[in-house]
């Protein structure tokens, strides 16, 4: 607007355009009007400039504030080391015995026409299965029978008479106990007889013992005082 007015002046300042001066200034006060009305309808139609509002800036607060915290120590820590251990080494089964054979001794025999005994045994443990003459009754007529599990009777005859240490007989036993059983061997009922005079002579019976397990023999014997 302050541009037109200026305008309009510098045409009347001519003296001799004064005419043309004044039809100027006219125009360009019109022009201004104009001018000056679109521009407030132009700024009534766009209406207020928008108002910035400034938010505050949130001061943060020290609580929320994480803390750094340093990284945890991995403490390294060392496996144990395995100690080899020997494998148990399996012991050999133990073989128990199927059969015993089991020798009635004679010591100091002198002259012994005729010999018989009763031969006690455990009958859950052992079993009598045979019995043959021993070498000292190699001549000699020779018998035996159990009548009874348990009670082995035997008896020999010999009209030379036997004389001697060693085996009058020799019994073969089955094994049927467990390996932790035992059965003591017992001289029962022994009757001796010279073989000239037909006298009865001394003797002296010692037992014997078997065990399963091991096996374990203790043979029996007959002894005669010297």
């Known amino acids: 607007m302050r541009f037109w007015l200026e305008m309009g002046l510098f045409a009347l300042s001519d003296h001799w355009k004064w005419a043309v001066g004044a039809a100027t200034v006219v125009l360009v006060v019109v022009v201004g009007t104009l001018f000056l009305v679109v521009l407030r309808s132009d700024t009534a139609e766009a209406g207020p400039a928008p108002s910035v509002i400034l ?12 803390i750094p915290t340093s990284p945890p120590k991995v403490i390294a ?10 494998s148990p080494q399996l012991a050999d089964p133990v073989v ?3 059969t015993v054979n089991v020798p009635i001794y004679l010591t100091g025999a002198k002259n012994v026409g005729s010999l018989e005994f009763v031969l006690t045994y455990d009958p859950t443990v052992l079993e009598v299965s045979d019995v043959e003459a021993g070498g000292l009754a190699q001549n000699s007529l020779f018998d035996f029978g159990v009548r009874v599990p348990g009670r082995l009777w035997a008896g020999l005859i010999d009209t030379d008479g036997i004389n001697g240490d060693g085996p009058l007989a020799v019994v073969s036993f089955k094994v049927i106990g467990p390996g932790s059983s035992a059965s003591q061997l017992t001289l029962e009922n022994v009757a001796t007889y010279d073989a000239r005079s037909l006298l009865d002579i001394l003797t002296d ?3 014997g013992s078997f065990t399963v397990d091991g096996p374990t023999l203790t043979a029996p014997v007959l002894a005669f005082p010297r």
């Not at 505050?56 to 994480?66: G, I, L, N, R, V």
């Not at 820590?77 to 020997?86: F, G, I, K, N």
């Open 55 to 66: 938010e505050p800036t949130a001061t943060p607060d020290e609580a929320s504030t994480p």
């Open 96 to 98: 128990l015995p199927s």
């Open 77 to 86: 820590t060392r496996s144990p080391t395995a100690v080899p251990t020997l």
């Open 205 to 207: 019976a010692t037992s």
